[in-house]
């Protein structure tokens, strides 16, 4: 029998940089120190990527709960591609956090092994999305806040920090695009397309104030240029979201102000879910190697 | 173009472009078997896909993640070649979810563990991109020319798929005794994608002649036995076939009889998945019908505010 010249190309073993989404084996941050810069604590750097990367990998999880639910192939392309960004954010500013830490902890070692209490994200990433306009309404609120932070964290002092701001500046830009995009299709377009998209709005608001409550380690870090200070980042975030929700035609709520947050290990019920399913396998197989 | 020409460009093994003329019964043809193809794309990201937001590293889970986006890419693409011969995407979706067109019937078995990720890769994988690469040479231009892309995707989800299981295998004792049943619930139902044995197959002369299958499924079988019997050794697990032997004579594997009633149920509807893979396809075209009616009124405003301006704007 014989095969085409096509089949032999398959086993060429070197095109795996075409293998984007930092699922690759090169390091996204190949040749970047990763010494801590001068009179930074340890401990606050590992706190504070700990709450950036707990961020991403929570929202994550949320997105790569609608693999195959998306309305159309083009968005469950979108989703997908949003939550592996994310995932490849949070990997490395876990593995960052680890290093800070110095305790040998790695990025599975964080994901797996962490008990909810110990989970430093804000709480808008943990809820479930009752429909597309909540998926949407996160991203927006989530990407808008996120970009302006990333965009800062290009000047840290970190430079591992400032690297993966940097990176991530490119890719959440996109996710921003997509939910103004969708956000505006759906205020705009029918009576119910408009009125599940104000729902979603309204349900997600009350959680952005968390966005811009400062944290010790925060502001400790800001001060040694290395974080980014929260409250800094209302501007740019509302003047974003005051245009898009304009042209989308729907309604801005009142600012809301919180007390303790996820950033204190503050969680809802849902947390406890989003660990049993990721968490599972992981801790039923001790010793295992994946 | 007529028949004549059509039959010369066949004849000349040049590609049949979507304006050229061509028989209706190869139009048909086409877009049956690109259209089973994207369901299967489609239907195939729910067994893996269930794994995503379980998988027990972070890498893992970016592979698969990943790996699952490309088949919602693969999809895309073979409707898209599809739609080039004048069918429509939310047509043939209908006729999915409503039973009315078939896709591969591997997806109808399901995922019990996460070492079933590794052997979908390795295998099902492996029998998918068998049966494919030959259809980069498929005389419909779109369609091969999506195949050559596919396929170099496809044999990177193999490697990584197989990267998975030699990692697995080398972890406890009970990985290796994940990994080793994964294998005996997949053989048989990968030998089966390559579909019924050539003396019952209908429909593979006439493919054969206009050139949009290159091998019969028997020939195709037997490279995917011969090819994954090495493969199996190195991992360190036993198919699952008292039969499978070398034959020096024949130069190939020798494999047992497959279990062609259990191929026919698991096609006619009755899989141990079928009934679940369907829904879920149902209800997410469902949930998002708002989504899609809301888009479609958004672009019919936006084209009627860009008319009325070309109206307001005198020449």
Redesign the interface.
């Known amino acids: 029998?014989s095969?085409?010249d096509?089949?032999q190309?398959?086993?060429d073993?070197d095109?795996d940089a075409r293998?984007?989404?930092?699922?690759g084996f090169a390091d996204p941050l190949a040749g970047v120190p990763t010494a801590l810069p001068d009179g930074v604590d340890g401990a606050d750097l590992a706190a504070y990527c700990l709450m950036l990367g707990d961020d991403a990998l929570i929202l994550s999880?949320r997105l790569?709960?609608w693999?195959?639910?998306?309305?159309?192939?083009?968005?469950?392309?979108a989703i997908?591609?949003i939550?592996?960004d994310l995932?490849?954010q949070?990997?490395l500013l876990?593995t960052r956090a680890g290093e800070a830490e110095g305790a040998g902890r790695g990025?599975?070692d964080l994901?797996?092994l962490r008990d909810a209490p110990d989970f430093r994200h804000v709480r808008l990433v943990e809820r479930e999305d009752p429909?597309?306009g909540h998926l949407i309404a996160r991203l927006l609120v989530f990407s808008t806040w996120r970009l302006a932070l990333l965009d800062r964290l290009a000047t840290s002092r970190d430079p591992v920090l400032a690297a993966i701001g940097a990176k991530g500046v490119k890719e959440v830009t996109y996710h921003r695009e997509y939910a103004a995009g969708w956000t505006?299709?759906?205020g705009?377009?029918?009576d119910?397309?408009h009125r599940?998209m104000q729902d979603a709005i309204d349900a997600v608001w009350p959680l952005t104030g968390e966005f811009f409550a400062p944290h010790d380690v925060e502001l400790r870090l800001a001060t040694a240029g290395v974080a980014v200070e929260p409250a800094s980042l209302r501007s740019e975030f509302d003047a974003v979201l005051t245009e898009v929700l304009h042209v989308a035609t729907l309604d801005q709520p009142a600012p809301v102000t919180v007390g303790r947050t996820g950033r204190d290990g503050e969680h809802g019920d849902e947390l406890a879910a989003i660990l049993a399913?990721?968490q599972?396998?992981?801790r039923a197989?001790?010793?295992?190697?994946? | 173009m007529n028949e004549q020409a059509f039959t010369a460009t066949i004849d000349k093994d040049q590609r049949i472009e979507p304006r050229d003329w061509m028989p209706d019964g190869y139009r048909k043809t086409m877009i049956r078997q690109i259209a089973q193809h994207a369901h299967s794309e489609?239907i195939g990201?729910?067994p893996e896909?269930a794994w995503?937001?379980?998988?027990?590293?972070?890498?893992?889970?970016?592979?698969l993640?990943?790996k699952?986006?490309d088949e919602?890419?693969h999809?895309?693409y073979l409707?898209s070649a599809a739609e080039t011969l004048g069918a429509d995407?939310g047509d043939l979706t209908r006729r999915l979810i409503e039973g009315r067109q078939k896709y591969s019937s591997i997806f109808n078995y399901p995922t019990l563990t996460?070492a079933d990720v590794g052997v979908i890769g390795w295998l099902v994988d492996g029998a998918a991109?068998c049966n494919q690469?030959?259809l980069?040479?498929s005389s419909f231009g779109p369609y091969a020319r999506a195949m050559?892309r596919i396929?170099?995707e496809e044999?990177?989800h193999q490697?990584q798929g197989y990267e998975?299981l030699m990692?697995?295998m080398?972890?406890?004792e009970?990985?290796r005794a994940m990994v080793q049943d994964a294998v005996d619930r997949w053989w048989w139902p990968s030998l089966m994608m390559f579909g019924p044995p050539d003396a019952e197959s209908p429909n593979t002369a006439q493919s054969m002649a206009w050139k949009i299958k290159?091998?019969t499924n028997d020939?195709l079988r037997?490279?995917f036995v011969d090819m994954s019997v090495p493969q199996a050794e190195a991992l360190g697990v036993t198919l699952p076939d008292p039969d499978l032997r070398w034959n020096a004579e024949r130069e190939h594997h020798d494999f047992g009889e497959i279990d062609w009633s259990e191929l026919k149920r698991v096609i006619s509807g009755d899989g141990p998945m079928n009934a679940e893979r369907l829904a879920?396809?149902r209800?997410?075209d469902e949930?998002?019908?708002?989504?899609?009616?809301?888009?479609?009124?958004?672009a019919a405003?936006r084209r009627e505010a860009t008319a009325r301006e070309r109206q307001e704007v005198p020449a």
């Open positions: 029998m095969f085409d096509a089949y190309a398959l086993t073993h095109d293998w984007a989404y930092g699922t999880h790569q709960q693999v195959t639910r998306a309305p159309e192939l083009e968005d469950e392309m997908a591609n939550g592996l995932l490849g949070a990997r876990l990025e599975d994901a797996y429909d597309f505006v299709r759906l705009d377009g029918t119910l397309s599940r399913e990721m599972e396998l992981a197989t001790p010793g295992g190697v994946w | 489609i990201m729910q896909g995503i937001t379980r998988a027990p590293s972070l890498r893992r889970k970016a592979i993640l990943a699952v986006q919602a890419g999809g895309l409707y995407r996460f991109i690469v030959p980069c040479r050559i396929c170099k044999s990177f490697r998975l990692t697995m080398r972890g406890t009970a990985q290159r091998h020939e037997q490279r879920n396809r209800r997410a949930d998002g019908a708002w989504v899609r009616e809301a888009a479609a009124a958004h405003k």
